[in-house]
Protein backbone atom coordinates (compact mmCIF):
# COMPACT_ATOMS: atom_id res chain seq x y z
CA UNK A 1 0.00 0.00 0.00
CA UNK A 2 1.35 3.72 -0.79
CA UNK A 3 1.98 5.54 2.47
CA UNK A 4 2.58 8.44 0.57
CA UNK A 5 -0.41 9.80 -1.98
CA UNK A 6 -0.22 13.15 -3.65
CA UNK A 7 -3.18 14.62 -5.83
CA UNK A 8 -3.38 16.01 -8.24
CA UNK A 9 -1.10 13.50 -10.25
CA UNK A 10 -0.98 16.44 -12.73
CA UNK A 11 -2.00 20.15 -13.06
CA UNK A 12 -2.11 23.07 -15.94
CA UNK A 13 -2.34 26.46 -15.33
CA UNK A 14 -1.79 30.10 -16.24
CA UNK A 15 0.56 32.35 -15.18
CA UNK A 16 -0.90 34.27 -12.19
CA UNK A 17 -2.93 31.30 -11.26
CA UNK A 18 -2.78 30.01 -7.33
CA UNK A 19 -1.83 26.28 -7.07
CA UNK A 20 -2.52 23.98 -3.87
CA UNK A 21 -1.00 20.62 -4.13
CA UNK A 22 -1.90 17.91 -1.62
CA UNK A 23 -0.14 15.34 0.08
CA UNK A 24 -1.44 12.56 2.48
CA UNK A 25 0.87 10.44 4.42
CA UNK A 26 0.58 7.27 6.54
CA UNK A 27 3.34 6.27 9.03
CA UNK A 28 3.28 4.94 12.25
CA UNK A 29 6.22 7.31 14.21
CA UNK A 30 5.79 10.54 12.10
CA UNK A 31 8.98 12.17 12.35
CA UNK A 32 8.59 14.71 9.33
CA UNK A 33 7.46 15.91 6.05
CA UNK A 34 9.56 16.88 3.64
CA UNK A 35 8.41 18.53 -0.14
CA UNK A 36 10.81 18.50 -3.15
CA UNK A 37 10.86 20.42 -6.51
CA UNK A 38 12.10 18.88 -9.48
CA UNK A 39 12.51 20.06 -12.91
CA UNK A 40 14.74 17.78 -15.10
CA UNK A 41 17.44 16.65 -12.59
CA UNK A 42 17.53 15.72 -9.34
CA UNK A 43 14.95 17.03 -6.61
CA UNK A 44 15.70 20.35 -4.59
CA UNK A 45 15.04 20.46 -1.20
CA UNK A 46 11.62 23.47 -0.80
CA UNK A 47 10.70 22.42 3.04
CA UNK A 48 10.66 20.16 5.48
CA UNK A 49 7.54 19.99 8.35
CA UNK A 50 7.40 18.90 11.77
CA UNK A 51 4.84 20.64 13.54
CA UNK A 52 1.07 20.79 12.90
CA UNK A 53 -0.23 24.30 11.80
CA UNK A 54 2.98 26.20 11.89
CA UNK A 55 3.50 27.39 8.27
CA UNK A 56 6.65 27.29 6.29
CA UNK A 57 7.12 30.34 3.93
CA UNK A 58 9.44 30.81 0.99
CA UNK A 59 8.62 33.53 -1.39
CA UNK A 60 5.86 32.52 -3.38
CA UNK A 61 5.73 29.32 -2.18
CA UNK A 62 4.39 27.85 1.58
CA UNK A 63 3.47 24.83 3.32
CA UNK A 64 1.69 23.97 6.21
CA UNK A 65 1.13 20.18 7.84
CA UNK A 66 -1.76 18.85 9.56
CA UNK A 67 -0.68 15.96 11.75
CA UNK A 68 -4.03 14.88 13.31
CA UNK A 69 -5.71 14.93 9.61
CA UNK A 70 -2.22 13.15 8.09
CA UNK A 71 -1.93 15.65 5.19
CA UNK A 72 0.13 18.79 4.36
CA UNK A 73 -0.17 20.86 1.65
CA UNK A 74 2.02 23.04 -0.71
CA UNK A 75 0.96 26.28 -2.08
CA UNK A 76 2.14 28.10 -4.80
CA UNK A 77 0.66 31.96 -5.47
CA UNK A 78 1.17 34.07 -8.54
CA UNK A 79 2.47 31.25 -10.45
CA UNK A 80 5.00 31.44 -13.01
CA UNK A 81 6.33 29.51 -15.85
CA UNK A 82 9.43 28.75 -13.94
CA UNK A 83 7.55 26.91 -11.28
CA UNK A 84 6.80 24.26 -13.58
CA UNK A 85 8.11 21.02 -12.31
CA UNK A 86 7.25 17.75 -10.83
CA UNK A 87 6.74 18.30 -6.41
CA UNK A 88 7.78 15.50 -4.45
CA UNK A 89 6.42 14.51 -1.31
CA UNK A 90 8.62 12.88 1.34
CA UNK A 91 8.01 10.94 4.69
CA UNK A 92 11.12 8.86 6.02
CA UNK A 93 10.36 5.55 6.56
CA UNK A 94 9.37 4.30 9.73
CA UNK A 95 11.97 2.41 11.90
CA UNK A 96 14.76 3.25 9.20
CA UNK A 97 17.52 5.56 9.23
CA UNK A 98 15.74 8.09 7.39
CA UNK A 99 15.44 6.98 3.71
CA UNK A 100 12.65 8.66 2.00
CA UNK A 101 8.97 7.45 0.50
CA UNK A 102 8.13 9.11 -2.14
CA UNK A 103 4.74 9.84 -3.27
CA UNK A 104 3.99 9.66 -7.26
CA UNK A 105 4.41 13.77 -7.03
CA UNK A 106 2.16 16.27 -9.03
CA UNK A 107 3.37 17.42 -12.47
CA UNK A 108 2.53 21.13 -12.34
CA UNK A 109 2.62 22.62 -15.96
CA UNK A 110 2.12 26.48 -15.83
CA UNK A 111 1.34 28.18 -19.19
CA UNK A 112 2.45 31.71 -20.34
CA UNK B 1 27.91 26.10 -1.05
CA UNK B 2 29.06 22.86 -1.40
CA UNK B 3 26.31 20.28 -3.18
CA UNK B 4 26.55 16.95 -3.42
CA UNK B 5 28.69 15.67 -6.21
CA UNK B 6 27.83 12.77 -8.64
CA UNK B 7 29.96 10.99 -11.56
CA UNK B 8 29.39 10.38 -14.10
CA UNK B 9 26.66 12.22 -15.25
CA UNK B 10 25.84 9.91 -18.15
CA UNK B 11 26.64 6.52 -18.70
CA UNK B 12 25.91 4.41 -21.43
CA UNK B 13 26.36 0.90 -21.25
CA UNK B 14 25.11 -3.28 -23.15
CA UNK B 15 23.83 -5.69 -21.17
CA UNK B 16 25.65 -8.01 -19.07
CA UNK B 17 28.37 -5.18 -18.49
CA UNK B 18 29.37 -3.69 -15.19
CA UNK B 19 28.99 -0.24 -13.97
CA UNK B 20 30.30 1.99 -10.83
CA UNK B 21 28.58 4.95 -9.98
CA UNK B 22 30.27 7.66 -7.58
CA UNK B 23 29.13 9.77 -4.43
CA UNK B 24 30.45 12.94 -3.13
CA UNK B 25 28.68 14.12 0.32
CA UNK B 26 27.94 17.26 1.10
CA UNK B 27 31.35 18.13 3.59
CA UNK B 28 30.43 17.01 6.95
CA UNK B 29 27.51 14.96 6.17
CA UNK B 30 27.74 11.59 7.72
CA UNK B 31 24.92 10.06 6.41
CA UNK B 32 24.57 8.89 2.01
CA UNK B 33 21.77 7.06 0.76
CA UNK B 34 21.32 5.85 -2.89
CA UNK B 35 17.78 6.18 -4.75
CA UNK B 36 16.83 5.20 -7.97
CA UNK B 37 14.18 7.10 -10.48
CA UNK B 38 12.97 4.99 -13.59
CA UNK B 39 10.94 6.88 -16.36
CA UNK B 40 8.14 8.79 -14.93
CA UNK B 41 8.30 7.54 -11.09
CA UNK B 42 9.13 8.22 -8.16
CA UNK B 43 12.31 8.20 -6.07
CA UNK B 44 12.91 4.30 -5.53
CA UNK B 45 15.20 4.03 -2.45
CA UNK B 46 18.36 1.45 -2.86
CA UNK B 47 20.67 1.69 0.19
CA UNK B 48 22.00 4.00 2.84
CA UNK B 49 25.58 4.29 4.94
CA UNK B 50 26.13 6.43 7.85
CA UNK B 51 29.24 6.67 9.24
CA UNK B 52 30.76 4.15 6.83
CA UNK B 53 28.15 1.37 7.73
CA UNK B 54 25.70 0.36 5.56
CA UNK B 55 22.39 1.48 7.87
CA UNK B 56 19.42 0.66 5.68
CA UNK B 57 18.48 -1.59 2.72
CA UNK B 58 15.70 -1.09 0.29
CA UNK B 59 14.64 -2.55 -3.02
CA UNK B 60 18.63 -3.02 -4.39
CA UNK B 61 18.83 -6.23 -6.08
CA UNK B 62 21.86 -8.46 -5.45
CA UNK B 63 23.77 -7.52 -8.25
CA UNK B 64 24.47 -4.40 -6.67
CA UNK B 65 26.55 -3.34 -4.06
CA UNK B 66 27.52 0.01 -2.43
CA UNK B 67 29.90 1.08 0.02
CA UNK B 68 30.94 4.34 1.59
CA UNK B 69 34.85 4.98 2.01
CA UNK B 70 37.00 6.50 4.71
CA UNK B 71 36.59 9.97 3.16
CA UNK B 72 32.80 9.52 3.08
CA UNK B 73 32.03 8.93 -0.78
CA UNK B 74 30.08 6.05 -1.99
CA UNK B 75 30.33 4.00 -4.89
CA UNK B 76 27.21 2.05 -6.21
CA UNK B 77 28.76 -1.18 -8.19
CA UNK B 78 26.12 -2.62 -10.50
CA UNK B 79 26.96 -6.12 -12.31
CA UNK B 80 24.87 -7.88 -15.05
CA UNK B 81 23.65 -5.19 -15.83
CA UNK B 82 19.97 -5.25 -17.51
CA UNK B 83 18.01 -3.36 -19.97
CA UNK B 84 15.65 -2.63 -16.66
CA UNK B 85 18.65 -0.88 -15.10
CA UNK B 86 18.56 2.11 -17.51
CA UNK B 87 17.40 4.80 -14.74
CA UNK B 88 18.26 8.00 -13.55
CA UNK B 89 20.44 6.93 -9.98
CA UNK B 90 20.82 10.21 -7.37
CA UNK B 91 23.00 10.36 -4.11
CA UNK B 92 21.57 12.41 -1.25
CA UNK B 93 23.46 13.02 1.93
CA UNK B 94 22.30 14.44 5.02
CA UNK B 95 23.68 15.59 8.61
CA UNK B 96 22.44 12.77 10.94
CA UNK B 97 23.93 13.42 14.50
CA UNK B 98 24.38 10.83 17.19
CA UNK B 99 23.08 7.99 14.84
CA UNK B 100 19.18 9.44 15.42
CA UNK B 101 18.20 11.37 12.64
CA UNK B 102 18.63 15.24 13.91
CA UNK B 103 17.70 16.58 10.45
CA UNK B 104 15.96 14.36 7.77
CA UNK B 105 16.29 17.15 5.24
CA UNK B 106 18.48 15.35 2.54
CA UNK B 107 19.88 17.25 -0.03
CA UNK B 108 20.37 15.45 -3.75
CA UNK B 109 23.14 15.45 -6.18
CA UNK B 110 22.43 15.84 -10.15
CA UNK B 111 21.89 12.24 -10.55
CA UNK B 112 24.13 9.52 -12.59
CA UNK B 113 21.55 8.86 -15.92
CA UNK B 114 22.06 5.10 -16.90
CA UNK B 115 21.14 3.58 -19.96
CA UNK B 116 21.82 -0.18 -20.77
CA UNK B 117 21.27 -0.94 -24.24
Known amino acids: EDKVVQSPLSLVVHEGDTVTLNCSYE??????LLWYKQEKKAPTFLFML????IEKKSGRLSSILDKKELFSILNITATQTGDSAIYLC????????????FGKGTKLSVKP | AAGVIQSPRHLIKEKRETATLKCYPI?????VYWYQQGPGQDPQFLIS???????DKGSIPDRFSAQQFSDYHSELNMSSLELGDSALYFC????????????????FGPGTRLTVL
Open chain 1, 50 to 53: TSSG
Open chain 2, 27 to 31: PRHDT
Open chain 2, 92 to 107: ASSLTTSGVGSTDTQY
Open chain 1, 27 to 32: VTNFRS
Open chain 2, 49 to 55: FYEKMQS
Open chain 1, 90 to 101: AVPDEGSQGNLI
